[in-house]
């Protein structure tokens, strides 16, 4: 058989475990191991320990516990009730401005916490009955919190980009930096649309309300802090002062003493679901991470990997033909796997074709972030639909689904525009940073 | 039996606690390190190779935690649209799948860590350990798991938890 049949039957037999509904993590561990034995003899197993253990032995990995212990932090606080009220109340003139607020919050939000499922549990857990109290329909308020909870996996710090930066070498700082514009664009094209919604269905005129300028000054002090800390965090890592992983363990020291001290938090079970949730999100995430990094391994000791690479660049098609192709592909995985997975599978094999075809790498992660957040909306594995229904049980899946559509063409839009203007994405590291 | 299963349960939340513990001890060296080198203007030996060993440690040990609360990412497509006979075929398919992956790595994870131990490897950072303390954390780990996974069957097919934790029919 040859490397590329072998994938293909790789392929087949890994879809075939997934669905078996096992944790992704083993599955890929199952697979990559079932692979080894067959085809490299029983004997490499004696191996396999050590290949776990030095995949997850890696100190920017040690990143990523801590920047969940962050957001962890402040999604138990009242942040997020704070950011959006703080918005709200600024906004409440615009028509439709309660949208705009929740998106905006939603994107603030995700900048803090970096987790999806957090952000629309916080967000949407006062947005969405506010939003349809004040005559929203219910699918522009589902859809808008969903599609804004994704913005958590691009806007900095972002996870999915310090496994992206961890599988393909590249610089995470510049990583983040390049999330930042195409994350505003995205928030942008989500209000737009909102906005050009609520004007032809006449939706979000609220105009009883009044807020004074005591009111609207009222939130920011609690909430301004948080935001520094990010900023903070961010600086360092593009300043070269700190490495991902010491910039992530400040940042998460400081707004876990900022929650205990502005939000009161001094309650020891309130501070044990911090742990609780950020022991068991990290832990999953770590897991998914050294299987995903063996069954890399046994891909490449097939030659499946290089086999592959080379059948595409043998394809001789255009550059943005082989880049549709390879987000199609990428979006229906999305559909399935969790972004770790996905990015710590497909790299090794992805970024040789990306760099031969004249792509820049940092670009590619920005347009495989955004196609990995629509993978967030779509079913049958779209953990903000699920998050959304938990939170709104009398809105019906399908409702949700149909309103978060126009937002997930939003993201395409972006797609497409970053591919048109690569700028927007990698504009901002080589100004800062410079060209590299 | 009942008493050997809430054993576990217990031995699974109580390495769930340390897991936390060791993350949290993980973010405070981190901080130490940062005040050491740029406050203090310092060089740092044992932090960096410490905190990555517990975060490895805290992943081997605290996933047997993470299976008992469901924390464990899977596709959950099939399960969510076949019958209930069906899906209780595949929740017994999906246990002994994993149960077979952890006990593949209990096992070499076993002899991984002899091997270290009897040949005394040291770490080849700046910081040198005897690499079996680290090692530890992988039979360890696994062989809760292992036992965990045989709660988790037992329970499954005593029907004293509903498979995939799904209470209600297929929708």
Redesign the interface.
Same mark, same amino acid.
């Given at each position: 058989m040859s490397p590329l049949q072998l994938g293909a039957v790789v392929a087949v037999v890994t879809t075939v475990?997934?669905? +078996?509904?096992? /944790?992704?993590?083993?599955?890929l561990? *199952?697979v990559a191991?079932g692979f080894i034995v067959i085809y490299d003899g029983p004997q490499m197993? +004696?191996l396999? /320990?050590?290949m776990?253990?030095s995949g *997850?032995?890696?100190?920017t990995?040690?990143s990523i516990?801590?920047f969940v212990?962050m957001g962890a932090a402040v999604a138990s606080s009242r942040a997020g009730s704070d950011l959006y009220e703080a918005l709200e109340r600024w906004l409440f003139r615009l028509p439709g401005g309660l949208v705009v607020a929740n998106l905006g919050a939603c994107a603030l939000f995700a900048a803090l916490t970096g987790s999806s499922p957090a952000t629309c549990a916080a967000i949407g857990k006062m947005g969405i009955p506010e939003m349809r109290k004040r005559g929203y329909s219910a699918d522009l308020a589902t859809g808008a919190i969903a599609a804004g909870g994704t913005l958590g996996i691009l806007i900095p710090p972002s996870i999915t980009l310090i496994l992206y930066g961890v599988a393909t070498e590249t610089s995470i700082g510049r990583l983040f930096l390049a999330g930042a514009l195409p994350g505003l664009m995205l928030v942008g094209l989500f209000m737009l649309w909102s906005l050009w919604l609520c004007w032809r269905r006449g939706m979000g005129h609220h105009t009883q309300l009044a807020y004074t300028w005591r009111q609207r000054f009222e939130a920011l002090p609690r909430v301004v802090p948080f935001l520094l800390i990010i900023a903070g965090v961010v600086y360092a890592l593009y300043g070269g002062?700190?490495t991902p992983?010491?910039a992530?363990?400040?940042g998460?020291?400081l707004c876990?003493v900022l929650a205990v001290v502005i939000y009161r938090m001094w309650d020891v079970r309130q501070l044990?679901h911090v742990?609780?949730d950020?022991?068991?999100?990290?832990?999953?995430i770590?897991?998914?991470i050294?299987t995903s990094i063996l069954f890399g391994y046994m891909l490449s000791s097939l030659y499946i990997t290089q086999s592959v690479a080379e059948w595409i660049a043998a394809l001789d098609v255009s550059r943005w033909v082989l880049m549709l192709w390879i987000n199609i592909f990428l979006l229906i995985a999305g559909c399935?796997?969790?972004p770790a997975a996905i990015i710590l599978m497909t790299a090794p094999i992805l970024l040789p074709i990306i760099v031969q075809a004249g792509f820049d790498p940092i670009w590619f992660g920005i347009v495989l972030t955004v196609n990995m957040e629509l993978g967030l909306i779509t079913p049958?594995?779209g953990l903000n639909l699920y998050v959304i229904n938990g939170i709104a049980p009398d809105v019906r899946l399908p409702t949700i689904l149909w309103g978060s559509l126009p937002f997930m063409l939003c993201m395409v839009v972006a797609i497409v525009l970053l591919c048109v203007f690569p700028g927007i994405a990698t504009w901002l590291p080589d100004a800062v940073m410079g060209v590299q | 039996m009942a008493a050997l299963a809430r054993l576990i349960r217990f031995l699974s939340r109580a390495f769930?606690v340390m897991?936390?513990a060791m993350?949290?001890i993980?973010?405070?060296i981190?901080?130490h390190?940062?005040f050491v080198?740029?406050v203090l203007g310092g060089s740092t030996v044992w932090q960096?190779p410490l905190?990555?060993y517990l975060?490895?440690a805290?992943?081997f040990l605290?996933?047997p935690?993470?299976?008992l609360?469901r924390?464990?990412?899977?596709?959950?497509?099939?399960?969510?649209y076949v019958r209930p006979r069906a899906r209780m075929a595949?929740?017994v398919?999906?246990?002994l799948?994993?149960l077979?992956?952890?006990l593949?790595?209990l096992w070499?994870?076993i002899?991984?860590w002899h091997e270290a131990w009897a040949g005394a490897w040291m770490s080849s950072s700046i910081w040198r350990i005897p690499l079996w303390i680290?090692?530890l954390s992988?039979p360890v780990g696994f062989g809760l798991m292992v036992l965990q996974y045989l709660v988790d069957i037992h329970d499954l097919v005593s029907g004293r938890e509903p498979p995939?934790g799904m209470r209600e029919s297929a929708p």
């Open positions: 475990i997934l669905m +078996s509904g096992m /944790p992704v993590a083993f599955a561990g *199952l191991i197993l +004696s396999v /320990p050590e776990l253990f *997850l032995e890696d100190f990995l040690v516990p801590m212990l002062i700190a992983s010491e992530a363990g400040v998460a020291a876990l044990w742990l609780r950020t022991t068991r999100e990290s832990i999953m770590l897991m998914i050294a399935f796997l969790p049958p594995v | 769930g897991a936390a993350i949290v993980a973010v405070a981190v901080c390190m940062v080198r740029y960096t905190v990555t975060l490895i805290a992943t605290g996933s935690y993470v299976l609360v924390g464990h990412v899977n596709v959950d497509l099939l399960p969510i595949l929740a398919i999906a246990n799948m994993s077979a992956f952890c593949v790595l070499y994870g002899g991984f680290p090692y992988m995939f």
